[in-house]
């Protein structure tokens, strides 16, 4: 079975500046998606980022970028520039890219979450 | 009312009672999901709908019981609860199960059992 780890409960980075949450995970497929989500406190969680394992290139979305590091299986998140808005839960998830016959592998896999804190 | 909508947002409830959590999209997608957010846990996925057919069910206790009657709604039908059940039901949709296609997911119920 799939494991996501989040090593760091809580983070705190000064607006404006660079801050990298952590996420490492554990499976023997070899080809996956990972995510991040960001979940604002009492709003909707949304999708920030998203990496297909079989892409070396790392992904980014603006001010959010991951550093993939498939043979270490870490997939940590930067976020550059940091604004207010970015306080939230921060999820690292998992899904295999393996759909199934006759359906779809459902499952995404999630780690416990990192609250950053974002401080004026 | 756009993406996501879930109601009530917050619901007590003592451990005998009956209780229905709503979930709408309006987005078009045809796939629905429930989620439950313990405290200091992983989100665990519940149930998935695909076309109203329910395909997954991840070994959720039969307190809980989930209804899809059109790819817009979604129901968790709720009884005799424990006070281990409290946390945050997050429902979800997307156009297809795929792991390509984005999950969108509703604010949330936040179930308390007394």
């Known amino acids: 079975a799939q494991t996501v780890t989040q090593s760091q409960p809580e983070m705190s980075v000064q607006e404006a500046e660079t801050v990298t949450l952590s996420c490492t995970y554990d499976t023997s497929e070899s080809d996956y998606y990972l995510f991040w989500y960001k979940q604002p406190p009492s709003r909707q969680m949304i999708l920030v980022i998203r990496q297909e394992a079989y892409k070396q290139q790392n992904a980014t979305e603006n001010r959010f970028s991951v550093n993939f590091q498939k043979a270490a299986k870490s997939f940590s998140l930067k976020i550059s520039d940091s604004q207010l808005g970015d306080a939230a839960m921060y999820f690292c998830a998992y899904r295999s890219a393996w759909d199934g016959s006759g359906g779809s592998n459902y499952k995404l896999t999630f780690g416990k979450g990192t609250l950053l804190t974002v401080n004026p | 009312e756009t993406g996501v909508t879930q109601t009530p947002r917050h619901l007590v409830m003592g451990m005998t009672n009956k209780k229905s959590l709503k979930c709408e999209q309006h987005?078009?997608?045809?796939?629905m999901y429930w989620y439950k957010q313990s405290a200091k846990k992983p989100l665990e996925l519940m149930f998935v709908?695909?076309?109203?057919?329910?395909?997954e069910n991840n070994s959720v206790p039969s307190r809980f019981s989930p209804e899809c009657p059109n790819s817009s709604h979604l129901f968790l039908h709720l009884h005799t609860l424990q006070p281990e059940d409290s946390a945050l039901y997050l429902c979800?949709?997307?156009?297809?199960?795929?792991?390509?296609?984005?999950?969108?997911f509703g604010p949330g119920t936040r179930l308390t059992v007394l």
């Open positions: 709908y695909s076309l109203e057919e329910r395909v």
């Open positions: 979800a949709s997307s156009q297809g199960t795929s792991v390509r296609n984005e999950q969108f």
């Open positions: 987005l078009g997608h045809n796939a």
